[in-house]
């Protein structure tokens, strides 16, 4: 991890992107602005632990994070993959626990870092961004319950035919075909994602392929009929 200059112009920028900072006004972009602090990480780099002491919020700048739980075995899930505008690490600031999961940069990664005193200082007295922050714990809680029906009612396929979906959908909102990935996702990190194993999706990906449903292109999976592949879920 590498401490950055700060840079006001810049940071306010990155703030304006990000949905938990938005309908603020210029003004109170640069107050929190001046109170976060830089930070870049190497690819692979692990920002914090699962069960570290939780003191900071992070806000992706550029680079992706992978959120991940691991098994005594050693085992992976991959909770979600965080690009340019996503935050994570704000739940620990509100209840105090310890880090529910180990976050790591996938690529070279930068991250504005805001301290949990400034945290609670816009809680208490910033009522957007509190409800910005409630907003985006109902949304996890929402991606859980749909997380427990999946496993539950979906076989792999139908899983990884989800998932991709789901992924396409964040990557390009309202696009129904051709759409890239955002995500840099190798056939093992998909396979953290849905719960199976690296072989197994590799076969699951040549039938989607056969079928048109995804490509691959550069490394990155090309999601050819949105709808088509969401269809491929259903139970």
């Excluded at 992976?76 to 620990?92: C, K, R, S």
């Excluded at 949990?116 to 200082?121: I, K, P, Q, Y």
């Excluded at 989800?162 to 840099?184: H, Y």
Aim: glycine residues 10%; contains cysteine; hydrophobic residues 45%.
């Amino acid at each position: 991890m590498t401490s950055l200059p700060f840079d006001l112009k810049a940071t306010c920028t990155a703030l304006a992107r990000s949905a938990l900072f938005q309908g603020l006004d210029p003004t109170e972009l640069e107050q929190i602005a001046q109170a976060m602090s830089r930070r870049r990480y190497r690819p692979h780099e692990v920002i914090f632990h699962e069960g570290d002491p939780g003191d900071a919020l992070h806000l992706v700048v550029e680079g992706q994070v992978k959120i991940a739980r691991e098994s005594n075995e050693g085992g992976e899930a991959i909770v979600a993959i965080l690009t340019a505008g996503d935050t994570f690490g704000e739940l620990v600031l509100l209840d105090g626990a310890p880090r529910s999961a180990t976050a790591i940069a996938v690529a070279a990664t930068e991250t504005l870092v805001m301290s949990r005193a400034v945290f609670t200082g816009l809680i208490d007295g910033t009522e957007m961004f509190r409800w910005r922050v409630l907003g985006g714990i109902a949304d996890r809680i929402r991606r859980v319950t749909d997380q427990l029906a999946e496993v539950h009612f979906l076989d792999l396929s139908g899983r990884l035919a989800l998932q991709l979906s789901r992924l396409a959908e964040e990557s390009a909102p309202g696009q129904l075909a051709e759409v890239e990935l955002r995500e840099t996702l190798s056939q093992s990190d998909l396979a953290a994602m849905v719960g199976g194993t690296r072989q197994r999706v590799n076969q699951i990906l040549g039938d989607f392929t056969e079928e048109g449903l995804v490509r691959q292109h550069g490394g990155r999976v090309v999601v050819r009929d949105v709808a088509r592949l969401r269809g491929r879920a259903s139970w």
